[in-house]
């Protein structure tokens, strides 16, 4: 996964053979651009009609708290993601003990256990009534101590084990990049091996671990389930009680307005930590000869990384099967599969929406590589950084208003009373899916076109065929990979997305995720285990495509 939304340049010389007459290609991407921007404008708006007393309540009673526990989670997360992340992906990347191989891979499976779900599978093993601390208190007497699972310590660990990898994942990638020379020419100004790593090894990487440490906190401050499940407050957790609660979307605007301040804060400390440095994947890997590591340091590299797996993706998995088993029999009926037709049902079509939308962008893109058509194409895939209860409220404001503009028109010209048709439909979940992850899309669609020849291209465009017809014919088909790649992505990503589809779903239109968030609020773990086992299952199609992605060649 790309850290950041850098785009690249197509061969030079492609608008030039292109047809020039790109003006409806370059409309369509603006308008794209202008659906994804929609949400933002509105949320902005919400500032004009004033909430004073009920700010002034929240300002009273809970809004300090607010802010504070999301800076006191950010920094939390952001320190120990950056820790792990870093130092497991030097250990895999650098040294040899055993189990290394497996380890190399394993560490990115937690990857495809969402927060949430691990955060009700932490509770329910180490609760109070928990089998762990039953287990202790059997073996050490009832008064043996452990620390308490619910507690702000406990969504932090939760947290920082569920988005480590994306930061292991990109210093990897940039500790494999550079071998051991970087390391040795420390070593050969006088340097230990510590002083070396810190002062040349590590900043080298810092521009990818800025990029992975950027990803966790986006995810951080969008998550809505696992905080609520810990009942620890968030502006996320108040964006839902502001709407649902005090029936109140303008509020909810302006408190998601106040969380996208939280989402550029982190995006220009992660700006500003790279520096003026640029962090590209590279594939290829310097093929120096691991650092062999023996007894105690062996132990403790191998007891490390065995315990993060275990604790991060092994044992949640197990305890998720047990109790999905224990309760099969009861819970796979009709409305069960009910559930798992309407999640399967928004992925694909979100997926495909999606897909299309990252086509005809890149698409464009190589038709017209202008300044206008790069900010077009930025704008558009700005979504992956707003959290979907922030998208959800600028949708739903939005719906809201045009179904008022579409009323109104109806009963002044035609006489006739038109209810709400875009509010609360799958319309509206769709929109803010595409919005979410087109830049997910986009990036496997956009590095297959630079994969193809630009003379391919250029012949059939001699031979007389369309921007369409070579679209159509000859760009398809050699994207295959990436457009599948794309939608398996979305699909996914869409099947775990609960705040957007929490807030914005049709009523009574339940789906995997919001039926874990409905069974996890009643504490009922063993029946939130069958969906999540299957969201686990469904989230690792795209660890496998990753790690294949980066293994090292």
């Known amino acids: 996964m790309s850290s950041t939304s850098a785009m690249a340049t197509p061969s030079p010389g492609i608008g030039e053979w292109l047809d020039v007459n790109v003006g409806l290609w370059r409309l369509a991407s603006f308008m794209v651009a202008a659906i994804v921007a929609a949400p933002l404008l509105v949320l902005a708006s919400a500032w004009l009609v004033p909430s004073s007393e009920l700010w002034a309540h929240l300002a009273d009673t809970v809004l300090l708290g607010l802010i504070r526990n999301t800076l006191v989670l950010t920094i939390s997360v952001g320190l120990g993601v950056t820790v792990i992340g870093t130092g497991l992906a030097w250990l895999t990347a650098m040294c040899e003990f055993p189990g290394r191989r497996v380890f190399d891979w394993a560490l990115m499976l937690p990857l495809a256990v969402p927060a949430y779900v691990l955060a009700f599978v932490m509770i329910g093993l180490l609760d109070f009534s928990g089998p762990v601390q039953s287990w202790l208190r059997g073996v050490f007497g009832k008064d043996v101590w452990f620390p308490p699972i619910r507690s702000e310590g406990g969504v932090i660990l939760v947290m920082v084990l569920a988005f480590y990898p994306y930061v292991y994942m990109l210093a990897r990638a940039a500790f494999l990049s550079q071998g051991r020379s970087m390391l040795e020419t420390g070593r050969l100004f006088g340097l230990s091996p510590a002083r070396s790593f810190m002062r040349v090894t590590l900043p080298m990487a810092r521009p990818a671990i800025a990029a992975g440490v950027a990803l966790a906190l986006m995810e951080t401050l969008a998550d809505f389930g696992a905080v609520s499940v810990f009942n620890y407050d968030t502006f996320t957790t108040a964006i839902?009680?502001?709407?649902?609660?005090?029936?109140?979307?303008?509020?909810?605007?302006?408190?998601?307005?106040?969380?996208?301040?939280?989402?550029?804060?982190?995006?220009?400390?992660?700006?500003?930590?790279?520096?003026?440095?640029?962090?590209?994947?590279?594939?290829?890997?310097?093929?120096?000869?691991?650092?062999?590591?023996?007894?105690?340091?062996?132990?403790?590299?191998?007891?490390?990384?065995?315990?993060?797996?275990?604790?991060?993706?092994?044992?949640?998995?197990?305890?998720?099967?047990?109790?999905?088993?224990?309760?099969?029999?009861?819970?796979?009926?009709?409305?069960?599969?009910?559930?798992?037709?309407?999640?399967?049902?928004?992925?694909?079509?979100?997926?495909?929406?999606?897909?299309?939308?990252?086509?005809?962008?890149?698409?464009?893109?190589?038709?017209?590589?202008?300044?206008?058509?790069?900010?077009?194409?930025?704008?558009?895939?700005?979504?992956?950084?707003?959290?979907?209860?922030?998208?959800?409220?600028?949708?739903?404001?939005?719906?809201?208003?045009?179904?008022?503009?579409?009323?109104?028109?109806?009963?002044?010209?035609l006489d006739v009373t038109v209810g709400p048709l875009l509010t609360g439909t799958v319309v509206a979940l769709i929109l803010a899916y595409a919005v979410r992850f087109l830049a997910v899309a986009y990036g496997p669609v956009d590095s297959a076109f630079e994969r193809i020849r630009p003379s391919v291209l250029q012949v059939a465009r001699c031979l007389g065929a369309g921007n369409m017809a070579i679209l159509r014919r000859i760009s398809i088909p050699m994207l295959r990979t990436g457009l599948v790649s794309a939608l398996l992505l979305v699909f996914v990503e869409v099947m775990k997305e609960m705040p957007a589809t929490l807030l914005l779903r049709p009523f009574g239109w339940t789906t995997l995720a919001t039926r874990i968030f409905e069974l996890t609020s009643e504490g009922e773990w063993e029946r939130a285990a069958l969906p999540a086992v299957t969201l686990v299952l469904a989230g690792l199609i795209p660890v496998v495509l990753l790690v294949r992605r980066t293994a090292p060649r």
């Open 240 to 413: 839902y009680k502001a709407w649902f609660g005090f029936f109140n979307l303008n509020v909810a605007a302006q408190l998601a307005t106040v969380l996208l301040l939280f989402v550029a804060v982190a995006l220009y400390a992660e700006r500003r930590l790279r520096g003026d440095a640029r962090y590209h994947v590279s594939l290829k890997v310097a093929r120096d000869v691991p650092y062999q590591l023996r007894g105690g340091k062996a132990v403790m590299a191998f007891s490390v990384s065995a315990l993060v797996v275990g604790v991060a993706f092994v044992i949640p998995l197990i305890q998720l099967a047990l109790w999905g088993l224990s309760v099969a029999a009861e819970e796979i009926d009709a409305r069960y599969l009910r559930f798992l037709g309407n999640t399967l049902a928004l992925g694909a079509l979100a997926a495909l929406v999606t897909t299309i939308a990252a086509l005809l962008l890149s698409y464009t893109y190589r038709l017209r590589p202008d300044r206008i058509t790069q900010g077009a194409v930025r704008t558009a895939t700005l979504g992956y950084a707003l959290p979907g209860s922030v998208l959800a409220v600028g949708v739903m404001i939005s719906f809201v208003w045009l179904d008022a503009r579409i009323a109104s028109i109806s009963l002044h010209m």
